[in-house]
T-cell receptor, first 108, second 116 residues
Framework: KNEVEQSPQNLTAQEGEFITINCSYS?????LHWLQQHPGGGIVSLFM???GKKKHGRLIATINIQEKHSSLHITASHPRDSAVYIC??????????FGTGTSLTVIP | KAGVTQTPRYLIKTRGQQVTLSCSPI?????VSWYQQTPGQGLQFLFE???????NKGNFPGRFSGRQFSNSRSEMNVSTLELGDSALYLC???????????????FGPGTRLTVT
């Protein structure tokens, strides 16, 4: 049983395209995190959400608590956005659960 | 401000040996969490320490243990290594904004452990 499901698993886009990555979860949460992992392993926290919507540059993250769903949007995608994007939730019982990641490749 | 540092960055051990990994959090951060990442299982939560106390623990056997020191630096130890313990071990530190019920995490570069 996966507490966090992401889709799609793999995504290839042309530079400039609008990209959406989806995350659904099955547990009660206190926060949802979107993480970015580049080849070589380093992880960067992009967003932490508990409600609503956040925007940082070309990245937008939304969460619908009632539907247990979050989306990460990338506007005007660029090759440097190529990375694995991981959805993670902090359960109200304080456990962390991770999605399996979405591998994004943006082609120039 | 310096980021989260982990040492060593790479490590090769033999089955049956034990290993200790170290994590120095961002100055002022009191919470340190540890994660294991493998190609098969993805990222999994190991444990979290706050003020020298283990606050949460994931679903890992007792061979995996950790501790946190008074300066918030943390170590994790894996005893009797198995081939399946080969993984990238990541630590993350955070302020502990319990009033909000959640907190942003800052990840270290990881220690890549290979067990042969």
């Amino acid at each position: 049983k996966n507490e966090v499901e992401q889709s799609p698993q793999n995504l290839t886009a042309q530079e400039g395209e609008f990209i959406t990555i989806n995350c659904s979860y099955s547990v009660g949460i206190s926060a949802l995190h979107w993480l970015q992992q580049h080849p070589g392993g380093g992880i960067v926290s992009l967003f932490m959400l508990s409600s609503g919507k956040k925007k940082h540059g070309r990245l937008i993250a939304t969460i619908n608590i009632q539907e247990k769903h979050s989306s990460l949007h990338i506007t005007a995608s660029h090759p440097r956005d190529s990375a694995v994007y991981i959805c993670a939730v902090k359960e109200t019982g304080n456990q962390f659960y991770f999605g399996t990641g979405t591998s994004l490749t943006v082609i120039p | 401000k310096a980021g989260v540092t982990q040492t060593p960055r790479y490590l090769i051990k033999t089955r049956g040996q034990q290993v200790t990994l170290s994590c120095s959090p961002i100055s002022g951060h009191r919470s340190v969490s540890w994660y294991q990442q493998t190609p098969g299982q993805g990222l999994q939560f190991l444990f979290e320490y706050f003020s020298e106390t283990q606050r949460n623990k994931g679903n890992f056997p007792g061979r995996f243990s950790g501790r946190q020191f008074s300066n918030s630096r943390s170590e994790m130890n894996v005893s009797t290594l198995e081939l399946g313990d080969s993984a990238l071990y990541l630590c993350a530190s955070s302020l502990d904004l319990l009033v909000f019920g959640s907190y942003e995490q800052y990840f270290g570069p990881g220690t890549r452990l290979t067990v042969t």
